[in-house]
Every structure is written in C-alpha cells, then in structure tokens.
C-alpha cells in the first residue's frame, strides 16, 4: 500500500476516513485499526538512563527508588509496590523535543515576546512544552538520510550539513519536503550514543543555512540523531540552528533521535516518508520533554 493511500486513514479523524474509502460508522473504524494494525512499528529512542549523553550545563538524569518492595510487603495485603523519584534534565535525554520558549533570539522569544517577562521561577509563563498541539500527535515525517546520500556509514566529527546538502539527498531520494512536515535528518552519528567520548565530541549536523533552508520549507518539526541537532565543529558553535528554527519560526527540535532501524527500512522501501508519532508530555512551562516516539511504515 503506498503512503499517500495509507497515510489518510492515520491523520484524519474518522469521518474523513470514511470519506476516503468510502466507509461510515463501524466500517471506518475497522478500516482505521486494520491501517494502524498492518504498519511496522520503528522505536525512535535509545534509553535514558544515569549513564546518558547529557551536556555538561544541563543537570544529569538520576533516579532512585524511594519505595522498595521489600519495604513495602505487607503494606497493603499481599501486596508490595516500588515507586521512583527521578531528576533530570528537560532539554536533552533520549530522545527530548525542545519547546519553543527554550530558545530566545536578542530578548525575544518567538512571535516578539519579551523572552525575561515571560518565565517565573517554576517554568515559562509562555510557550512551555505544555502548548505542543496535540494535532501534531501523529504527522508526515520525511526522513533525509545524509550519511547514506554521501555513502558513508556516519558524517565526519564536526561535519556540516549545509542546505546543498538536504536539497541534495531529498532529491536523490524523491521525497518532497511540504509545509508542516517533521524532517528527521540522519547524520550516522546514532550508533555512537553508547560511546559518551564520541557522541559527546565534535558532532556533525546541520548548519546555519541547513537551518534556513529548512525554515523556508515551512516545516512543523526538525530532528536529528546527535546531541545537540546542530553541527558542532573544532571552532565551538553559537547555536544558529537553534536561533534560526526555534526563536525566528517556531519550528521545534527534537535531539537524540535513533534513526538507523528506520533508515534501513525506508532504504529497503525507496521511500522516505512516513507516519511520525511523537507527543511530548504536558509539563507546564517546562522548556522541554522526554519522548517516547516511533514511527509507523506502511
């Protein structure tokens, strides 16, 4: 079944469903389980634990158990229960999606907001996490695969990604990028997530124009398989793609993605879009959010 056929049933509620296939009532919703059932299900994330990437300003995952079961057995009749308490970072995990009041460009937050009179000791008063559209819960995702368009098994430490180089592999793959898309970039960088030294160095990524190209294609959402989604070379970096998508379009950024089941399977497809599934949770005015995303291919 191609994407564009079996994309509908996934985005649109029930009654468009019914609309596209020509189906009403129980019908449609059988047509929308057996669309959801028949799809491969390509995990997006790596596990977060105490031993996770995390930069060096951001406060580090840790977690405990507050409650064991061996102290509490015998609390509630046959019963016993463990519960943890965890502290962790909002902006960077396994993956984590940036929100848009993360980022501030000259004391303006997206949409000119005075990015200091919008944030409180407990969180931002304006575009926390918690204002993610749960429209957006489900979306078109297109992935470019810049590390297999360049034929190489990962991009080079401190590699940029410029917008040649998107319009390139986007071309080389026949995928169309379209307003509102999320666009996941694969730089290889992903299978070095459990090496800290490596994932942590200079890191290849889009770059300042890489940014803007992805800006003026109107897209919803921008991610990517390294720490920080943009390039980090041997001269340090001021953050542009940050800069440029966040604070200047309101687009949001998603880091440490784990791309590479979903690049070979795409490969194997010769198509490279797909059903994106990524909800952030509703933390009020939290700069960001752990994710549990995944991908739906036909």
Same mark, same amino acid.
């Given at each position: ?149 360049? %034929?190489?098994?990962? #991009?080079? !430490? /401190?590699?940029?990604?410029? +917008? @040649?180089?998107?319009? &390139?592999?986007? *071309? ?25 030294? %490596?994932?942590?160095? #200079?890191? !290849? /990524?889009?770059?300042?124009? +890489? @940014?803007?190209?992805? &800006?003026?294609? *109107? ?80």
């Amino acid at each position: 079944m191609s994407i564009r056929r079996w994309w509908a049933p996934l985005s649109c509620t029930l009654a468009l469903v019914a609309a596209t296939i020509g189906v009403s009532g129980a019908r449609a919703d059988d047509a929308l389980l057996n669309a959801l059932k028949s799809a491969k299900v390509i995990e997006l994330n790596f596990v977060w634990d105490q031993r996770a990437p995390v930069l060096s300003f951001n406060p580090p995952f840790l977690a405990s158990l507050i409650n064991t079961h061996k102290q509490t057995a015998g609390w509630i009749p046959q019963l016993s229960f463990a519960a943890d308490m965890m502290y962790f970072s909002g902006q960077h995990g396994a993956p984590t999606i940036d929100a848009i009041g993360h980022i501030g460009h000259d004391g303006k937050l997206f949409g000119g907001l005075p990015a200091a009179d919008n944030e409180a000791p407990n969180g931002l008063l304006a575009l926390g996490i918690e204002t993610y559209p749960k429209e957006r819960f489900i979306n078109r995702g297109v992935l470019l695969d810049v590390a297999r368009h360049k %034929k190489v098994d990962a #991009l080079a !430490p /401190g590699e940029e990604i410029s +917008a @040649a180089d998107l319009e &390139a592999t986007a *071309k080389a793959q026949g995928v169309e990028v379209r307003p509102g898309d999320s666009v996941l970039i694969r730089t290889g960088y992903g299978k070095f997530f459990g090496d800290k030294a %490596k994932y942590m160095g #200079l890191r !290849p /990524g889009p770059g300042e124009g +890489a @940014a803007k190209w992805l &800006a003026e294609k *109107k897209i919803f959402l921008a991610g990517d398989d390294q720490l920080t989604f943009e390039v980090y070379p041997e001269k340090g970096t001021i953050f542009p793609a940050h800069r440029i998508l966040i604070a200047d379009s309101g687009i949001y950024i998603v880091e440490n993605m784990n791309l590479e089941e979903l690049a070979e399977a795409l490969a194997a497809r010769k198509q490279y879009d797909f059903a994106l599934v990524l909800n952030p949770l509703r933390l009020r005015g939290m700069t960001g959010s752990p994710l549990n995303a995944f991908a739906l291919v036909p």
